[in-house]
């Protein structure tokens, strides 16, 4: 059951269309031409790994690391909604700032529509216009002393696009967010609601034309009615300029309105990955079962009968070795705790690292193969 005010369809809605009418502006600074094709993953990661050294002592060495982001490895297809969810530090804002190359990662590799991104093939300037962010805190990502059009300019101007262009490319988007821009472009942050500010920041993502956006709990910080109105407006902007998104939230059942595919976290790694049908109806992996056991539902028919989770996730300093959810795993075995298990093909077409659903794993729950 969707919550209120949700669509219960992805269909467009009454929204003016943002693509109409719009000036030259709009017609250059365009994303770079997809050379991948449609088949091709427009972002693939692979092993991305990223530890945080802690200093402490009078020589500041030797307090060991934070493994915030542990070997990841997945990708995002061209047009779709990937969702990653996982509780509160499983590393997914870590992730997301990897992916943007706003740090350097510890080992690994992002490689965006072929190209490894940060070397020759694809130089970090030319990355970062195809790929944007959208974070929690709407007003923090404002600089307050820009009013709405600078702001959303900024970046195009920067860009090398004429000031004129980038000011009517923001008035543009300003509409196409469903921001009056005679009413809006002149005011400044903190004159809007949260709301509008959000609004603001997606259209100021959506400056430079880029073809990747992650947002970061972008309704977190929402009323629900307002959160509401923004996802279905995420939905709409995503089909008008034919993005592709990362949508990282710890609330399940808005990625699952928004997702077409969901990567589930824990503790720095992937614990499952699929697509959404088969994650929320057939969940795999233990974790991804109790986390889903635990959101809120007010329908009967959502109750389910795992165990919800319990305690907190262990020390990223020091995780549980083999399976990290083993200590927290109601179906654990000794050997769990012995072996890291693979991401493995589970029975509803998604992926999950389990030794359950690893065939001759030695789990007294794994799926037999016929001699
Ligand atoms: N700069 C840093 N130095 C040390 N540890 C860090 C740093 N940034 C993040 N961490 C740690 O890395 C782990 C993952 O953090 P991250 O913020 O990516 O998780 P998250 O899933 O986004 O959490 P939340 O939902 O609370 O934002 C946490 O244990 C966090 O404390």
Redesign the pocket.
């Known amino acids: 059951m969707l919550p209120v005010g949700w669509r219960d369809s992805r269909g467009g809605g009454g929204r003016r269309r943002a693509g109409r009418g719009m000036t030259e502006a709009a017609a250059t600074l365009e994303p770079l031409p997809d050379i991948g094709g449609p088949a091709q993953p427009l972002l693939t990661v692979r092993g991305l790994t990223k530890h ?1 050294p802690l200093k402490s002592g009078f020589f500041g060495r030797g307090a060991g690391v ?1 493994q ?1 982001v542990d070997s990841l490895d997945f990708e995002v297809r061209k047009g779709e909604t990937l969702g990653i969810v ?1 509780e ?7 992730t997301s700032r990897l992916v943007m190359a706003l740090m350097q990662p510890t080992a690994g590799e992002v490689v965006f529509d072929g190209r490894a991104v940060g070397g020759r093939e694809l130089p970090l300037k030319e990355y970062r216009r195809q790929v944007q962010m959208v974070f929690q805190d709407s007003y923090a990502s404002l600089n307050p002393r820009l009013t709405i059009e600078e702001s959303i300019a900024f970046s195009p101007e920067v860009h090398g696009l004429a000031r004129h262009d980038a000011r009517a490319r923001a008035r543009d988007l300003l509409a196409a967010v469903g921001l009056n821009p005679d009413g809006f472009a002149r005011r400044y942050p903190h004159e809007l609601s949260g709301g509008q500010r959000q609004r603001v920041n997606i259209a100021r993502a959506l400056a430079l034309r880029p073809r990747l956006v992650i947002l970061d709990e972008p309704v977190s910080a929402l009323d629900k009615s307002v959160e509401a109105q923004v996802l279905n407006l995420l939905q709409d902007l995503k089909a008008e300029f034919g993005l592709t998104y990362i949508f990282i939230s ?1 609330d399940l059942n808005v990625v699952q309105y928004m997702s077409d595919r969901v990567l589930v976290m824990y503790l720095g790694k992937v614990a499952e990955v699929g697509p959404v049908e088969a994650i929320y109806a057939a969940a795999a992996h233990p974790y991804t079962a109790a986390l889903l056991a635990s959101r809120p539902s007010m329908d009967p028919d959502l109750r389910r009968t795992e165990p919800p989770l319990t305690g907190d996730p262990p020390n ?1 300093i020091n995780p549980p070795a083999g399976c990290r959810f083993h200590t927290r795993c109601g179906f654990a075995e000794p050997l769990c705790s012995a072996t890291v298990p693979p991401l493995h093909a589970a029975p509803a077409g998604q992926q999950a690292a389990c030794l359950m659903v690893v065939p001759e794993s030695g789990h007294s729950r794994a799926p037999k193969v016929a001699a």
């Not at 509160?88 to 870590?94: D, F, I, N």
């Open positions: 945080f934070v915030a996982g509160s530090g499983c590393g997914k804002s870590t710890h990223p």
